[in-house]
């Protein structure tokens, strides 16, 4: 009896320290770092890239020079009966993956929801959990699924990282390198970290699996399993390198189509 008395005054001081923070309101925390600094960076890096690549999209132009074609168009579907960008066919499904990536959810919730600020910081108002049972939350479920369309979208723009390497030349295609050529193999390489780093790609190899030994292909599964949890574990980096480089990849080339800068041939 004593045992289990003791055991739940834990639980109970922790209830109560939150129950204390809920109702002194908005940012009461017994916190004493700057936890508000993390929101600042999310705020500005998400806000600006969502401002960028909404202009690039309907933007429409520059997307296009020699062997270089800009991610945020690719692949390039461009079908007599659809007037608008051809960005806004394809785009749905890199923004419906990040957007429902278990990181970027855990990063805007906090930085532009305040739901909640941070660990162990009030919220604005009391309110019951719900979870993502509700609409439109309950959407971020559909993240699998995106997943499976990610990878199809890797494949094409690997095959376009690979094509621009070759130049056109008075005898054909002739391989060469270019700065733009680094620039989208460069993008190519964090967008595969960032996509196989994926926590439901994780429980689709290994993560719902209780005994390798007793599944079939049980070894190699969990070869890919632990190299995948290795990835992993570095998803949030690669959730960022991989967000600045494909801003970048777009940028670098509009740029060129633009005659803004001019390609460098290192090759």
């Known amino acids: 009896m004593l045992r289990t008395l ?19 309101g908005f940012g009461a925390t017994m916190r004493r770092d700057a936890w508000w600094i993390e929101l600042i960076p999310v705020v500005l890096v998400l806000g600006a890239f969502s401002v960028y690549a909404t202009w690039r999209t309907f933007e429409n132009n520059y997307y296009e020079f020699e062997s270089y074609l800009s991610p945020f168009y690719s692949p390039l579907i461009k079908p ?28 805007y919730y906090r930085a532009f929801f305040l739901d909640p600020p941070g660990c162990a910081v009030g919220e604005s108002h009391p309110h019951r959990y719900s979870g993502e049972t509700r609409f439109p939350f309950i959407l971020q479920n559909l993240h699998r699924y995106f997943l499976y369309v990610a990878i199809i979208f890797l494949v094409i723009l690997w095959y376009d990282a690979i094509t621009s390497f070759w130049f056109d030349s008075p005898t054909g295609k002739h391989f060469g390198v270019g700065v733009g050529s680094l620039v989208l193999l460069t993008n190519i390489i964090l967008l595969t970290g960032y996509t196989l780093s994926c926590h439901s790609l994780r429980h689709i190899i290994g993560g719902n699996v209780d005994c390798f030994s007793c599944v079939v292909a049980g070894g190699p599964r969990h070869s890919a399993w632990s190299r995948v949890s290795f990835l992993n574990e570095r998803h949030m980096l690669f959730a960022w390198l991989s967000l600045f480089s494909v801003g970048l990849a777009d940028l670098y080339v509009r740029l060129v189509a633009s005659g803004v800068i001019r390609d460098l041939r290192l090759l």
């Open 80 to 107: 007599k009966w659809w007037p608008l960008s051809p960005a806004i066919l394809i785009l749905w499904a890199p923004l419906g993956f990040r957007a429902t990536c278990y990181y970027y959810r855990k990063a």
């Open 6 to 24: 003791r055991s739940k005054e834990p639980r109970d001081s922790m209830a109560e320290s939150k129950t204390a923070i809920a109702r002194r």
